[in-house]
């Protein structure tokens, strides 16, 4: 097969394209699941992540939940980037 000539990499098919947009559909429809029953109810209140309340102020800093989501979609960029080698 020939590859492009930016990336290196060998176009995909019309069934492996298919396929990938299955795969990433079940992911989501599981992520999903999984949320809705409450799997994520940590999410947010981790130790890290700043809360202020007074009066008539709310102010929410997800800052550690952030990093966390960071750090999971580098690791499955680099494993999708590393499966399509």
Partial sequence: METDG?????????Q?????I????????????V???G???????LPG?????REN???YIPWVSMLLVSLILNLLLWLV???LR
């Fill in 49 to 53: 992540d700043i809360h202020i309340e």
């Fill in 39 to 45: 799997g994520f109810s940590w999410f947010g209140h």
């Fill in 22 to 33: 299955i795969v990433i559909g079940a992911v989501a429809v599981i992520a999903g699941l």
């Fill in 81 to 83: 980037r590393r499966l």
């Fill in 57 to 59: 102020v709310k102010v």
């Fill in 35 to 37: 949320i809705w029953a």
């Fill in 16 to 20: 492996q394209v298919g396929l990938w």
């Fill in 6 to 14: 930016v990336t290196g990499m060998q176009p995909l098919s019309h």
